[in-house]
């Protein structure tokens, strides 16, 4: 009996470690597709997260560049009702807060999905080449309990960013 508790401890210590250990997930932009200086922009996650059940969104834009900003859910998250979803905002980002009930995704990996979508409306006076990121303090996926998350902060996560340009109506990854 001690036996076979000391085997179950030691397996439960070696998949956690290899839970710890697996390469991190990761959230980038997709390709912008545009509309004069209106940008729609997909948000991916891909990698290894189990039962994505809650997403903290934060897109980071410089101040004044944006006349108006909007994300929502996409994809892989489009489809199921969320318990609780929030879009807020700022004058330099956005925020997507949403939470489900069920997990959108069963499988530990995702592939590469769609998650959410960003829509920007340039302001006449903003640069040609512009930034926006995923804010690597904010940005997080994972199970509605909080005992799954990934997140940069943990190592277990990790955000890049894109460069828009607008004259071309396209845009180009960017890591951060």
């Known amino acids: 009996m001690r036996l076979t508790r000391i085997t179950f401890v030691s397996s439960m210590f070696l ?4 839970t710890l250990y697996a390469a991190p997930a ?9 509309s004069g200086d209106h940008f729609t922009i997909p948000i991916y996650a891909e990698g290894n997260v189990a039962r994505l059940e809650a997403m903290a969104l934060r ?21 199921p009702k969320p318990m609780f979803e929030t879009a807020v905002e700022g004058p330099d980002s956005i925020v997507l ?5 069920q997990p959108v995704a069963e499988s530990a990996d995702l592939g590469r999905s769609v998650i959410a979508e960003v829509e920007l409306t340039f302001a006449p006076s903003a640069p040609r080449d512009l930034q926006i990121t995923l804010d690597p303090a904010l940005c997080t996926l994972g199970e509605k309990s909080g005992m799954n998350m990934f997140s940069v902060a943990n190592g277990t996560l990790v955000v890049t960013g894109t460069s828009i340009d607008r004259a071309a109506g396209r845009n180009r990854a960017a890591r951060h």
């Open 15 to 18: 998949l956690m470690c290899a």
């Open 59 to 79: 897109v980071n834009y410089p101040r004044g560049a944006i006349v108006s900003a909007t994300m929502h859910r996409a994809g892989l998250t489009a489809g």
């Open 97 to 101: 807060l949403a939470s489900f009930s």
């Open 26 to 34: 990761r959230l980038s932009f997709g390709d912008a597709s545009a």
